[in-house]
């Protein structure tokens, strides 16, 4: 669906030119002439405000905080011909997103609206990550900026409420696990057990009294009954990792038990009734075992309910920088080193590396440079050579060329400030006393984020 935008503004002829450009963009446009008719239109969600500061009756400024208030996490733009850097200031203030000052040109709105809609992609990501039971995943939290993985997280949310089957599937390395234990915190079966079982990694002939259970006797060797993890995840959570592994004997009485709800341990005569909620993960391309024959189809469609796929590392490089600060302060504590950081250089190349391993790759690389650092950063030489002398890290290029823009950990305070600074006409002391910082401390970050070029005189 379409992301929907609210125009507010007196001047017909403008409100009709923004809803033909954005129209053209994709986007959903309703407008509004005053502050009347644009409070009668919240009756329908909206995800940006467009909203002109001058208006005959309530102007702009008197209604931002009622659009703040109706519209949580909506960001809003203000607009005006009477542009002036105490009214920009004024608008950020009272908890406007961006100011723009009339006439503006086509693509000043559009870059405006596509930074409030990034901006408001990672705070829901923020408060996914803050939220106890998306956090509840032991010492694996997820960690996420990218839109990809902010979009999956939403939908991993939605479908924690449902006891539906959900397939994860992606490559090797991914986090499908962790993922897992997240819909396991956010389900309302977040207090009963999580189980988890590699399909994989057991032994074919011992899988099965694994899954369902075994009497006392059933077999040799059988001292003693076993519950199986079924039972064990009862009323809770299983996870089976790499389901495409399973035996096609044991695929038929996995199905059974998903189609029965009840399980029959080896050598009992009885079934059991269960309550499990089943999530399920895998590394193969389930479709083409079907059409193969490997897998049957019958499981796969009890299996296909809400199907997921999990971006490797490489598709949301984003992150990338988020997963290093967060293996940094893990490893810190358990390996007793004084590594707080990483140099720039050598976060460019993990970066850019390909990760074939994926998170799990990235993982063992700052585990090892974390070993092998001596002071208070991984700099490069501690990164493994293959990585260290990328030759795609070392070519210029649009990726690399752009990447500080791009960093999580970075984006908000480098365009905060450079909002900051364009609203009080570069006057710095104004600018560090609007992002209640010091006036030092923001010398420093402009350095830093090589923005002196938009900083006037004091």
């Known amino acids: 669906m379409s992301d929907r935008i609210l125009v507010v503004d007196d001047d017909a002829a403008l409100r009709e030119s923004l809803a033909l450009l954005l129209a053209t963009e994709g986007y959903e446009v309703v407008t509004a002439g005053d502050a009347a008719a644009a409070l009668a239109r919240l009756e329908e969600p909206v995800d940006v405000v467009l ?5 005959p009756g309530r102007d702009g400024l008197e209604l931002l905080p009622e659009l703040i208030r109706r519209l949580p996490g909506a960001p809003v733009l203000m607009m005006s011909a009477y542009g002036s850097a105490d009214l920009a200031v004024e ?7 961006d100011y723009l000052a009339k006439p503006f040109q086509p693509s000043e709105v559009l870059l405006a609206i596509r930074k409030a809609r990034e901006r408001e992609r ?12 998306s956090r509840a995943v032991g010492d694996r939290p997820i960690v996420a900026a990218s839109p990809a993985m902010i979009d999956l997280l939403e939908i991993l949310e939605r479908a924690a409420e449902y006891k539906a089957t959900v397939l994860l599937t992606g490559e090797s390395g991914t986090g499908k696990e962790v993922l897992a234990r997240a819909i396991h915190a956010q389900s309302g079966r977040r207090d009963q057990a999580f189980v988890a079982v590699n399909c994989g990694a057991i032994p074919e002939a011992l899988l099965e009294s694994e899954l369902f259970g075994h009497a006392r006797g059933a077999f040799t060797g059988a001292d003693r009954a076993r519950r199986g993890l079924f039972v064990e995840a009862d009323a809770g959570t299983l996870f089976l990792d790499e389901i495409g592994e399973l035996s096609p004997p044991l695929q038929v009485k996995l199905l059974r038990v998903l189609q029965e709800e009840e399980v029959r341990p080896i050598g009992e005569a009885k079934p059991r009734s269960i309550d499990v909620r089943v999530i399920a993960a895998t ?3 389930l479709e083409r075992d079907v059409a193969s024959g490997r897998f049957r189809e019958d499981l796969f469609y009890r299996l296909d309910v809400f199907r997921v796929r999990v971006p490797p590392l490489r598709e949301r490089r984003e992150d990338v920088p988020l997963l290093v600060d967060h293996f940094i302060a893990r490893f810190r504590e358990s390996l007793g080193k004084a590594v707080r950081t990483i140099a720039d250089d050598a976060l460019d190349r993990l970066v850019d590396h390909t990760w074939p391993g994926n998170v799990r790759e990235l ?3 700052i585990e090892r440079a974390m070993i092998l650092a001596d002071g208070d950063r991984i700099r490069l030489r501690e990164l493994p050579e293959a990585i260290a002398i990328s030759s795609r890290s070392a070519m210029p290029s649009a990726s690399s060329g752009d990447f500080s823009m791009r960093r999580a950990r970075r984006r908000f305070e480098a365009d905060l400030i450079r909002r900051a600074l364009v609203a009080t006409g570069g006057n710095r ?9 010091s006036h030092r401390a923001l010398l420093y970050k402009i350095k830093e984020y090589g923005l002196s070029g938009d900083a006037g005189a004091e």
């Open 51 to 55: 909203c002109d500061v001058r208006m």
């Open 91 to 97: 608008a950020l203030k009272r908890g406007a997103f």
């Open 122 to 133: 990672l705070r829901r990501a923020n408060v996914l990550l803050r939220r106890d039971v």
């Open 283 to 285: 590394s193969r391309d």
């Open 363 to 365: 993982e063992n690389v």
């Open 429 to 437: 002391t104004r600018a560090a006393r609007l992002l209640e910082i």
